[in-house]
């Protein structure tokens, strides 16, 4: 069974750095062919697909987001790292990380983020 928890501040502050961390238990972040995304839901609207990483460890980004948005990973710790420049209010969501890249079967729990002052 594969299990993803996030973990990261939740409070940032305007024109800051979002950094969030996927922990992946239960199976490898670099076995054929499985991409690792990350995806958001501000409050009262729909997902947003934002980023994944690949088993490979190609990177593909919202074109939306991709001036401002960077994932890696740490293949030692099987996990992988969302990071987002130049935070707005706007940013302001829940934060997932999951298993695929179009479909997602595994998912973690999601983690708050509010940008506020």
């Known amino acids: 069974q594969v299990q993803l928890q996030e973990s990261g501040p939740g409070l940032v502050k305007p024109s800051q750095t979002l950094s969030l961390t996927c922990t992946v238990s239960?199976?490898?972040?670099?076995?054929?062919?499985?991409?690792w995304s990350w995806i958001r839901q501000p409050p009262g609207k729909g997902l947003e697909w934002m980023g994944a990483?690949?088993?490979?460890?190609?990177?593909y980004y919202s074109p939306s987001l991709k001036s401002r948005t960077s994932i890696s990973r740490d293949t030692s710790k099987n996990q992988f790292t969302l990071q987002m420049s130049s935070v707005n209010p706007e940013d302001t969501a829940v934060y997932y990380c999951a298993r695929g890249s179009q479909f997602y079967d595994y998912w973690g729990q999601g983690t708050q983020v509010t940008v506020s002052s």
């Open positions: 990483i690949a088993y490979s460890g190609s990177t």
């Open positions: 239960g199976g490898s972040i670099t076995t054929n062919y499985y991409y």
